[in-house]
Nanobody, 126 residues
Framework: HVQLVESGGGSVQAGGSLRLSCVAS????????MSWFRQVPGKEREGVAG???????DYADSVKGRFTLSRDDAKNTLYLQMNSLKPEDTAMYYC?????????????????????WGQGTQVTVS
């Protein structure tokens, strides 16, 4: 059973940067498909970006070119580097993982396809 713990959220002005981290409790996370979702009150959780066990990444159109996913397997950690932040990026960000391969564009991610979730970290851009 993999546990995920996010950190790195905070408040930043538009144009600024933040780096979110997601630490997994087990080294087996290396074989998992990892992703980030975000959610604002009153709206569904939406996919932001994903990375497979080989390091291949994909991004929602709204963040492509501004956000970068990476994973440090030695530290069981997934990172989301967020640059050129906009007020519309304000949301609770969640790390999610699943053992099954996931060949879906982030815009089409569904929460039911991910079995493991972190508690979320708030990002506020003003």
């Amino acid at each position: 059973h993999v546990q995920l713990v996010e950190s790195g959220g905070g408040s930043v002005q538009a144009g600024g940067s933040l780096r979110l981290s997601c630490v997994a409790s087990e080294s087996t996370y290396r074989s998992f498909f990892m992703s980030w979702f975000r959610q604002v009150p009153g709206k569904e959780r939406e996919g932001v970006a994903g990375i497979d066990s080989n390091g291949s990444t994909d991004y929602a159109d709204s963040v492509k070119g501004r956000f970068t996913l990476s994973r440090d397997d030695a530290k069981n950690t997934l990172y989301l580097q967020m640059n050129s932040l906009k007020p519309e990026d304000t949301a609770m960000y969640y790390c999610a993982a699943d053992l099954c391969p996931y060949d879906v564009h982030p815009s089409d991610y569904t929460t039911l396809d991910f079995g493991y979730w972190g508690q979320g970290t708030q990002v506020t851009v003003s």
